[in-house]
């Protein structure tokens, strides 16, 4: 697969979709920005004092050995979780500022392992949607439009959801985030579960929905090779800990911490 070009638009489904919001974009401000951030689960500090940006970037890939901390950075930036200590700002605002329903029409999340609704891939679809709550239903796309943009038929709506392969269950949990036509998608490991032709589709189609939508993706993953080739901006947790940041080609050729190139040397 080729590199990713600069997605034409990071965030930007405001004009594309024509979709008037009542907070104009702020260009100039991070996606992003953590300051300070720590999280605590059960007396055990799993986000250490993480100080961040992620950029408006087509794709930003966070990175790091497994309990490093990934899932449960991405789950605050769309309020799954709060942080004990810091503040999380998206769109240049805290984003406890935002009633939690429009910040997650916003900024969609698709889980590691699809989980699929009762019913048909439509149902699952329309679910969506009513979750999304006011707002989210007067202005959903198309469902023939979602579909083909995670790249199955129309004919996919009417099939038992429960059904589906790995593959086609991770394209109904994206096309199920996009329902709401969100400016930042959050991924969890998307491929995990998948055989590696099956992620490498996948993959090229989240790289297609950042170049066609616009939509901004913040992708956790252990499969390197995807970081290298799929992300513009990458960021290494370790324990927890920030480790670095950066363009993704400048932490793959000349990262700055010995762990950081240690890691990513490692096998995938
Ligand atoms: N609900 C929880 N309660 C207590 N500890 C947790 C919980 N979820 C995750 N952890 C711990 O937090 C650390 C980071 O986990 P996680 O964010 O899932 O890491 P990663 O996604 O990088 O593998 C791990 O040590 C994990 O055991
Ligand atoms: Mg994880």
Redesign the pocket.
């Known amino acids: 697969m080729e590199p990713p070009e600069p997605a034409p638009r990071t965030v930007a489904s405001r004009e594309a979709y024509g979709d008037p919001r009542d907070d104009g974009p702020s260009p100039a401000s991070p996606l992003f920005a953590l300051r300070d951030v720590t999280q605590e689960?059960?007396g055990?500090v799993?986000l250490r004092d993480l100080t961040v940006d992620l950029p408006r970037t087509a794709i930003t890939a966070l990175v790091?050995p497994?309990?490093?901390?990934?899932?449960?950075l991405l789950r605050l930036l769309n309020r799954l979780d709060d942080p004990t200590a810091g503040e999380v700002s998206f769109d240049g605002r805290p984003i406890t500022g935002y009633p939690v329903a429009a910040l997650r029409r916003r900024v969609g999340f698709v889980f590691q392992a699809p989980t699929m609704f009762p019913g048909t891939v439509g149902d699952n679809l329309r679910v969506a949607v009513e979750l999304g709550g006011a707002g989210a239903g007067s202005s959903a796309p198309p469902m023939d439009r979602v579909l083909s943009a995670v790249g199955l038929s129309p004919d996919f709506a009417s099939l038992e959801a429960g059904n589906l392969s790995g593959g086609e269950k991770q394209r109904v949990s994206l096309a199920r985030a996009l329902m709401t036509r969100p400016e930042v998608l959050l991924l969890d490991e998307p491929t995990s579960a998948l055989d590696p032709e099956v992620a490498e589709r996948l993959l090229a189609t989240v790289v297609r929905l950042t170049r066609e939508r616009g939509v901004a993706v913040v992708m956790?993953t252990h499969r390197l090779s995807e970081a290298r080739r799929a992300s513009t901006h990458a960021v290494m947790?370790e324990g927890?800990r920030l480790v670095e940041a950066g363009p993704t080609a400048q932490l793959f050729s000349a990262a700055t911490s010995e762990r950081t190139r240690a890691y990513l040397a490692s096998a995938d």
């Open positions: 689960r059960g055990t799993i790091g497994s309990g490093a901390g990934k899932t449960s956790v947790l927890g």
